[in-house]
T-cell receptor, first 113, second 113 residues
């Protein structure tokens, strides 16, 4: 099955700086890569996703890049704000058997005012 | 509550007891999922269901059971065979068992006392 690794596990940045979270995956057939944000005690919420037919996608201060050859994808948050503080999860689907999502272990982002 | 409701929010279980976690959705989604979340381990798939009266084991199904008698409902039973049940449990749903657009419930925190 799919194996998704995520780094770093914790990340602290000053308000206004950029944050980058990186993930690698193992299944070359994966074609969908979402990112979820989970605030303390709340449900994960989809913030951005990318499909394998594109290399980059942006939504305001958030962007995701995908390198299919290297099997890694990254989340970029620019001009960070305190409300960006949360745990971020990457995920990848698997085309082998059931089309489920496999999640990384999460990155706790802290934005220091 | 975003169309998918989990109850209760907090649950306490005594050793040797079975407990059932509720998950209901009104999104008309075909597929439903149960994930377990532990600190530092991300989200791990317990069971999933693509259609009514059908479900499949995920990566960590031992000690858990599910049913899918109605499209809207996918309850999870944590049995006494689950040796370490204390965790945060998340239910999710998606259209037509695609990995696109998972919607998560707000979770149930289960504690063994």
């Amino acid at each position: 099955g799919e194996n998704v690794e995520q780094h770093p596990s914790t990340l602290s940045v000053q308000e206004g700086d950029s944050a980058v979270i990186k993930c690698t995956y193992s299944d070359s057939a994966s074609n969908y890569f979402p990112w979820y944000k989970q605030e303390l005690g709340k449900r994960p919420q989809l913030i951005i996703d990318i499909r394998s037919n594109v290399g980059e996608k942006k939504d305001q201060r958030i962007a995701v890049t995908l390198n299919k050859t290297a099997k890694h994808f990254s989340l970029h948050i620019t001009e960070t704000q305190p409300e960006d503080s949360a745990v971020y999860f990457c995920a990848a689907n698997t085309q082998t058997g059931a089309n489920n999502l496999f999640f990384g272990t999460g990155t706790r982002l802290t934005v220091i005012p | 509550d975003g169309g998918i409701t989990q109850s209760p929010k907090y649950l306490f279980r005594k050793e040797g007891q079975n407990v059932t976690l509720s998950c209901e959705q009104n999104l008309n989604h075909d597929a439903m999922y149960w994930y377990r979340q532990d600190p530092g381990q991300g989200l791990r798939l317990i069971y999933y269901s693509q259609i009514v009266n059908d479900f499949q084991k995920g990566d960590i199904a031992e000690g858990y059971s599910v049913s899918r008698e109605k499209k809207e409902s996918f309850p999870l039973t944590v049995t006494s065979a689950q040796k370490n049940p204390t965790a945060f449990y998340l239910c999710a749903s998606s259209i037509e068992h695609r990995a696109y657009g998972y919607t998560f419930g707000s979770g149930t925190r289960l504690t063994v006392v």
